[in-house]
């Protein structure tokens, strides 16, 4: 069942729907892109990088046609070419970003895609396709790319959020922070947005390519300094830059671009909610906001939702989220499903293979089968779902996982023990040996990618 649930909320995400949604044509030489009206008067140039890259274009296309003279598509390593798009003489597309990281075929495309830009004038119209994995899909380092790589890793290991991340990536990075639309300019820019960023801050997602947005030495010292990371621990090359008050800053162009959100996680949590109320639960919306450590996240999450199981009518807690939860137990649904949106982070301890999901469903397996049942026969199952939109968590097949307080003693029985596996960061192994994977939700690429999605089923029944 929870299977087929997750499946469903994906299939419901697809960016096909939002941009058929808000784009129509007025006539032959007019877009319409939500209240906004461009003119297809003269050259129409597609420039699209992130995961959701190939998803976004084909309704696009299918719109347009041949009003579109010029493509250039940065996509992941292994995305699946739509054969209409790979024939397409008028489209160049790259595979790039191996492991979400710039890698040289990044590069390439990143140089085509300046190189066709700055030739375009003015009334020739840039529409712009940007989603979650952008910021190593468009890259042109100022530094060394090696040493970009490093600084990334250096901040990813300790749990850098995506907001940290791209502040350094447009620090060291040109076309961040509006560098593309400088190149763009005097053309028009269209950007049509799915946002991986909590609170869609317009800057951070994909590092804010077409978002005019300044990034000082102090900013990036300011970020090393709240995740504990020297500056001296960084490349030679990134030091220098910082240290000598280098700082991204973008001429803005005379007419400023149009940047348009089509889908965010707060869409995600809607979707699922619909999707959980089919199944016959009642679904409670609690905040599209998570964030912080995986582990510590889910312990949180799971003893919230189990400590108000225990009694209904207790209140001595004073976490906010538990008194929402009780609301939720004191409402008389015998089935409810609590649902949050958002993007933890990982702090690397141990030499283990996972990702966020994984991580937070292990830690929340041990919260679970920390609490035996209540005596009373009204205990109630509870499940829960952790999934990734994009389809893919960590350097792993998996996109998320299942667990319940079964779960934690199939591990026991099994000779597994999840609190060795979480202390070394191998939630992946883990599962994979755990009812011979079963408790893995395997979606494969998505073609989007709105954060992740966290579901605590209750089942009273």
Not at 59 to 73: A, E, M, N, R, V
Not at 98 to 105: A, T
Not at 216 to 236: F, G, K, N, R, Y
């Amino acid at each position: 069942m929870f299977k087929k649930l997750t499946q469903n909320i994906i299939e419901c995400l697809g960016p096909k729907q939002f941009l058929e949604k808000i784009l129509q044509l007025g006539g032959p030489r007019l877009l319409l892109v939500g209240d906004r009206v461009f003119s297809l008067e003269k050259d129409v140039c597609v420039v699209g990088f992130g995961k959701a890259t190939m998803e976004m274009f084909k309704p696009l296309k299918q719109l347009l046609g041949d009003k579109i003279s010029k493509s250039f598509l940065s996509v992941p390593h292994s995305c699946a070419v739509d054969p209409h798009v790979g024939h397409d003489a008028s489209c160049k597309m790259v595979r790039a970003a191996k492991n979400n990281l710039p890698d040289d075929n990044t590069l390439d495309i990143t140089g085509q895609i300046v190189d066709h830009v700055t030739t375009l004038k003015e009334g020739d119209l840039c529409i712009c396709l940007i989603s979650g994995g952008g910021s190593a899909l468009l890259c042109d380092p100022i530094v060394p790319l090696p040493d970009l790589l490093d600084t990334i890793r250096i901040l990813v290991s300790k749990s850098a959020t995506i907001q940290q991340l791209n502040t350094v990536r447009t620090f060291l990075c040109s076309l961040k922070g509006g560098g593309l639309a400088a190149h763009i300019a005097p053309a028009t820019v269209v950007s049509l947005i799915i946002s991986d960023v909590i609170g869609d801050p317009l800057h951070s997602i994909a590092s804010g390519p077409t978002v005019p947005h300044k990034v000082t030495s102090e900013d990036v010292l300011s970020t090393l300094t709240s995740i504990d990371v020297s500056l001296h621990a960084l490349p030679a090359s990134v030091q220098h830059l910082i240290e000598t008050k280098h700082e991204s800053n973008v001429m803005l162009p005379a007419e400023q671009p149009f940047n348009l959100i089509v889908a965010s996680n707060t869409i995600a949590m809607e979707v699922a909610g619909k999707q959980v109320e089919a199944l016959g639960f009642t679904p409670y919306l609690m905040s599209n906001s998570l964030s912080g450590e995986a582990r510590e996240v889910a312990t949180e999450l799971a003893e919230s939702v189990v400590l108000s199981t225990h009694d209904r009518t207790f209140s001595h807690i004073g976490n906010d989220m538990v008194h929402k939860i009780q609301h939720a137990m004191t409402s008389g649904y015998e089935k409810v499903c609590f649902i949050w949106g958002g993007e933890t982070t990982v702090t690397i301890v141990g030499d283990g293979v996972g990702g966020r999901c994984q991580e937070m469903g292990l830690a929340a397996l041990i919260a679970l089968g920390r609490h035996p049942l209540p005596s009373s026969s009204l205990h109630p199952m509870i499940t829960v779902v952790i999934t990734s939109t994009d389809g893919q968590d960590g350097p792993t097949d998996a996109s998320g996982v299942i667990v319940s307080r079964n779960t934690a003693l199939e591990a026991e029985k099994q000779g597994l023990s999840p609190l060795a596996y979480l202390d070394r960061n191998d939630s992946y192994t883990f599962f994979s040996k755990l009812n011979g994977g079963d408790n893995l939700l395997k979606s494969g690429l998505t073609g989007t990618n709105l954060m992740d999605i966290v579901m605590v089923f209750v089942d009273f029944t």
